[in-house]
């Protein structure tokens, strides 16, 4: 096989694998207790993109992702 085409697979492989690594988990809060009973976290990624979620216990037990606006 011609060099020139595993170094070509060897290269999109490596930059395909760097990529994907790159893509960080958001940083989430605690989960927070509210008055009504439920429990409330905020998430922000990378990019400062939020994602507010609501649960019913302090584990995170049937999230759902809301509006952060409260």
């Not at 976290?41 to 649960?55: I, K, L, P």
Request: proline share 1%; with cysteine; aromatic share 8%.
């Amino acid at each position: 096989m011609d060099s020139r085409i595993l170094t070509l697979g060897f290269l999109v492989a490596t930059m395909c694998s760097l990529s994907s690594a790159a893509l960080a988990d958001p940083t989430c809060g605690n989960w927070e207790w509210q008055a009504d009973g439920s429990y409330w976290r905020q998430c922000v990624n990378d990019d400062g993109s939020q994602h507010c979620y609501t649960a019913t216990d302090s584990k995170g037990a049937n999230a759902k992702e809301i509006d952060c606006k409260k």
